[in-house]
């Protein structure tokens, strides 16, 4: 990533996802950015909402660090 912060929300703002994106084995097809409390929720492409066991949360740098492409989303409004 470069040194320039592309997002209106601070670097260490908390990012939902499976395990399998946090740990690189899997893409993410799904972004949303949470209208009630502005967290991130990143998916997989797995039509089944993941389970407890399936969850994991990082934070919005570590998901841009391994995804650079994230920072396209970067002005994508809460609620979308």
């Known amino acids: 990533m470069g040194s320039q912060w592309k997002f209106a929300d601070p670097r260490n703002t908390a990012a939902f996802t499976t395990r399998d994106i946090a740990f690189g084995n899997d893409w993410v097809a799904y972004v949303f950015h949470d ?46």
């Open 35 to 80: 209208a009630d409390n502005g967290g991130w929720q990143f998916h997989d492409s797995d039509p089944a909402p993941p389970t407890a066991d399936d969850d994991a949360m990082i934070g919005l740098e570590e998901m841009v660090d391994r995804d650079p492409s994230m920072e396209s989303l970067a002005d994508l409004p809460p609620g979308w």
